[in-house]
């Protein structure tokens, strides 16, 4: 991806356009102040967020399966690897 570096005036003076080419996916900009990087203003990486959500559903889920289900569960034995070699193969 390309980076912009800008002054931390430009960026504000100019924060609409920046924001709309940043959320297009088309740069990263590096925001310097008295010749310092100072900032980073890039695109929001949503992947993490649905981890998140992901974890938080499958951590309520841990108090709906009772553990003697999980024992009792066929494709936790043995031969459950052999059936499902077979279902794959098909």
């Keep these: 991806m390309n980076s912009l570096s800008v002054s ?3 960026a504000r003076n100019n924060f609409f356009e920046l924001l709309d080419k ?7 900009v590096v925001i310097k102040k008295d010749n310092r990087e100072v900032a980073v203003f890039s695109k929001k990486n949503t992947h ?6 992901m974890t938080k ?3 309520s889920l841990v108090d709906v399966i009772d553990a003697d289900e999980l ?5 936790r034995k043995l031969e459950a690897a ?3 070699g077979k279902w794959d193969s098909k």
């Excluded at 993490?48 to 959500?53: G, V, Y």
């Excluded at 024992?71 to 494709?75: C, D, E, R, V």
């Design 8 to 10: 931390a005036t430009y």
């Design 22 to 28: 940043v959320s297009a996916g088309l740069i990263d």
């Design 48 to 53: 993490n967020a649905h981890i998140a959500n």
């Design 57 to 59: 559903a499958l951590d």
């Design 71 to 75: 024992a009792n569960n066929p494709l």
């Design 82 to 84: 052999s059936f499902l």
